[in-house]
């Protein structure tokens, strides 16, 4: 059965059973997990010889930029639509002159 979608927030009662932000988390850990191992031979451990505290920073800086890149399209798309929305002007009557 297709549930119409209300306008404006959507209640949790249209989403689709199943749909579980942790879970969805988890199985995107276990993605990374498996990549992580497959490029460096191994899951992240302790004493890795990394500095955790620097990667975390720059993978935040990273996230804060994809964070502003959707900002500024949303913004842009935003303008977009305004400008699509405005009527074209008018055609001015052309006036004849008598001689």
């Known amino acids: 059965m297709i549930r119409p979608i209300p306008i404006g927030r959507i209640s949790p009662d249209f989403l ?3 749909m579980d932000v ?3 988390v988890c199985k ?3 993605k990374r997990a498996k990549i992580g191992e497959k490029k460096y031979g191994e899951r992240l451990v302790p ?3 990394r500095d ?3 990667d975390l920073y720059e993978e935040l800086l990273d996230a804060a930029n994809y964070c502003k890149q959707l900002l ?3 913004e842009l798309e935003k303008k977009i639509k305004k400008i699509r929305d405005i009527p074209p002007p008018k055609k001015k009557k052309e006036v004849e002159f008598p001689f």
Do not use: K, V, W, Y
Request: aromatic share 6%.
């Open 52 to 54: 955790g505290l620097r």
């Open 28 to 30: 995107d850990l276990q």
């Open 72 to 74: 500024m399209e949303e």
């Open 22 to 24: 942790i879970n969805a």
């Open 16 to 18: 689709p059973s199943g």
């Open 47 to 49: 004493f890795n010889n």
